[in-house]
């Protein structure tokens, strides 16, 4: 009898069998799709797993992927590393090019900012309602961050829907971008920009890290990291420090980070009416980011005469280089010969430090 | 004498020479044209692939293909010459 009451099969819920189902379909999502599947690969699994019964795989201080998590992602130890491997691949030319296009990456986060009072309105705590606002900036590793340290109970759902708004950028953004512009605004041509310097690329990282962290210093641990890996990529001293951050340490916390994240979504935490809720609220702040970007871009026009083309402030998004991608495109169907991507790429990142800088001020106000 | 007035034909044909230039860096995936060959204005000239994602350059005027400057897997800068054309 010992051993049917080892026996997992028996005691399976019927809730762990959606769960199953829930972690097969980003499993599949990731291979057919490709949406995301360095992330959501591992993310499937891990909610397939963890929704296995009698594995005490998640049982505090006992299991395997427990202790992932808690070093992982609890004690804030694997985003700020994702940070380190995308600064490491960012190239910040595009928007000390442009400066004046930083506001565009600025406006981008009134998504998320419009969902958090929303979500508090409808019953969320403050906490919980910053958590659910950030995805809106479509930036998983700063949505995980801020998840663990405000609202742990909901940092699965929410990094599964920042990442899946990430991978399904190409299809949310579009409508939105020809809603708010006319096929003429759409096929500006941007003028030509001046190329950053290799010292100015190089004096960046350092002001940058320096500036934001005395204004913001709850943002500290992402864009110390940020600033960090860019720098070696900038000095071209440590090739071997910058191959490492972008390369092989990236790859190595993505799999500890995806398969915590999964984990965290058992049956009685996720199979719950808020998530859907979040679900809902994660693409309107997403959508009301995305117009936001627009719609600045469109007041700029006014009182400048070089024209924006408002498609790249829909890139003020964070999803690094999606949406950037999707700016190209939209206004390439207007104008095949419109390029706009480069234009797009300082919004976007500009876009990444505005939704750590949002992170960082609700971290301060809430925790 | 002749050979002055060669020249000059030639100096001629290369003001008329208009350049194809890369609008952004990235890597050539394809060449669409060869040396030699006419287009026409807004055909595809080569394609480049920058940020995962591929851009079609195309013809600023119509003319013929008078040199390719680029190989597929090249790597360009912004504003690189990618072929040169002549009416």
New interface residues.
Partial sequence: MAFLDQLGILAVTPGQIVMWAVGLTLVTLAIRKQYEPLLLLPIGFGVLVANLPLTELMTPEEGLIWRFYHYGVEWEVIPPLIFLGLGAHTDFGPLLSQPRLIFLGAAAQGGVYVTFFAAHAFGFTLQEAAAIGIIGGADGPTTIFLAAQLAPQLLGACAVAAYSYMALVPIIQPPIMRLLTTEQERAIKMKKAR?ATAREKLVFPVVAAMVIVLLVPASAPLIVMFMLGNLFRESRVVDRLTDTAQNALMNIVTIFLGISVGATMSAASFLRAEVLFIFTLGLVAFAISTASGVLLAKLMNIFTSEKINPLVGAAGVSAV?MA??VA??VGAEAD??N?L??FA?GPNLSGVIGTVIAAGIFLSMLQ | MERASDLTQRKAKVDMAEDVVAPLAGKVLSIAVASGDTVEEDDEVLVLEAMKMETVVYAPSDGTVIAIKVAVGDQVEEDDVLATLTD
């Fill in positions: 190329k280089p950037a991608r190209h495109k095949k010969k390029y991507l480069m790429m």
